[in-house]
């Protein structure tokens, strides 16, 4: 893979390899049709075919049981940000977030649209340097959800056991779905942008109790109502083919890798690796408070943001791309999903013991 450097990009995010090469492929010539897969009717007994497997390859991979359905939507994860409460709230109906950074306060900013909303924790006043545990916050029995956000993309930190709460559990898992083993069963939605974790832009995977979908108000938009995407089988209207097929191509990769416990374990090494190579100097300072470390996302800072750009610009050159932290936080972040290989985190590790000894 000559061509081929370290992407830590935050998303658009690394793809395997191999998945790339498929796509390539495909694009042109799709399972040897002589029509390329975007120029597929996505009602072609090829194309049903790949949302049949994609979707049975999600259930295998996440463990999604009976009784939850799976949705391939578009308008990003920002559109569930208020489909959410257009569904689920409603004059007289409040709900409960927990606000633990950017993406989180802008669903907090929809949800406010449709209903009464209660943020029980917030931890802005840190700059979101960490999420909550369960005895910070309480949950008003009277809410219709508890939503948050299970990986802070932009800040590095991540819960590393999900609430425990009698109320029905709403999870941005945008930028950590399928890194670790979900009890699905616990969850009424689960959403997740696919450009993360699980393929290209443009597809948003929405996994949905089935026993909700009825609970919608009757005066909301045919498109922006769950039932219709469930009833259609995500057929409703044309769906973002090439996406979905990518995220299909991404769980058989996932799946011969060993599954989700597998990748968990490599997940962990990996981020192990980059804190460790940030706790032994004094020279790198994590953002995360330790217990709230995201094992996808590693934001870091250096003494001076001089330093930092430096560190950006000759680590670019090394052929370690993507490592400006947000605007929002400044810094460095690594981006480290599932398809970003243990050999990068290994080279950066390298190459942070250097710049730190040349510039320290
Ligand atoms: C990237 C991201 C989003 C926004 O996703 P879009 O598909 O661009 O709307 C939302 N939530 C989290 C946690 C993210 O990482």
Aim: aromatic share 10%; hydrophobic share 40%; proline share 5%.
């Amino acid at each position: 893979m000559p061509e081929r450097i370290f992407n830590f990009s935050p998303g658009p995010a690394v793809l395997p390899y191999e998945v790339l090469r498929q796509a390539a492929v495909d694009i042109v010539n799709f399972r040897d049709k002589g029509i390329g897969l975007i120029e597929l009717s996505h009602r072609s007994k090829e194309f049903m075919g790949v949302v049949e497997e994609t979707e049975a390859l999600i259930r295998e991979n996440l463990g999604v049981p009976a009784g939850y359905r799976v949705l391939f939507l578009q308008g990003g994860a920002s559109s569930q940000f208020f489909m959410i409460p257009m569904n689920f709230l409603g004059a007289g109906k409040k709900a409960t977030y927990l606000n633990t950074g950017v993406w989180s306060k802008k669903a907090i900013k929809e949800a406010r649209l449709f209903g009464e909303i209660d943020v029980a924790f917030s931890s802005e006043e840190t700059k979101f340097n960490r999420v909550p545990r369960d005895d910070e916050y309480t949950v008003d029995p009277a809410s219709e959800y508890l939503y948050f956000v299970s990986n802070n993309t932009i800040y590095g930190t991540q819960f590393q056991s999900f609430p425990q709460t009698g109320s029905m559990l709403v999870s941005d898992m945008s930028s950590d779905i399928l890194s670790r083993p979900v009890d699905v069963g616990r969850f009424g939605i689960i959403f997740a942008g696919a450009q993360k974790n699980m393929g290209p832009a443009g597809v948003t995977i929405v996994i949905i109790r089935e026993d909700i979908l009825d609970r919608s108000p009757d005066n909301i938009p045919t498109m922006l109502r769950y039932k219709t995407h469930a009833d259609n089988g995500s057929m409703f209207n044309t769906p973002p083919c090439f996406a979905v097929y990518c995220v299909g191509l991404v769980m058989k990769w996932l799946k011969e890798s060993g599954g989700v416990e597998a990748i968990e374990k490599i997940n962990n090494e990996k981020a192990a690796l980059l804190y460790s190579a940030i706790d032994t100097t004094d020279f790198y300072r994590g953002h995360a408070e330790p217990a709230s470390r995201s094992r996808m996302n590693v934001s870091f800072n250096l003494p001076t943001p001089e330093l930092e750009a430096r560190f950006i610009t000759e680590a670019a050159a090394e052929g370690l791309d993507g490592l400006k932290g947000h605007r929002s936080i400044g810094g460095c972040r690594a981006s480290i999903y599932n398809a970003f290989p243990r050999e990068g985190v290994a080279k950066l590790v390298d190459f942070m013991e250097h710049f730190a000894r040349v510039n320290g």
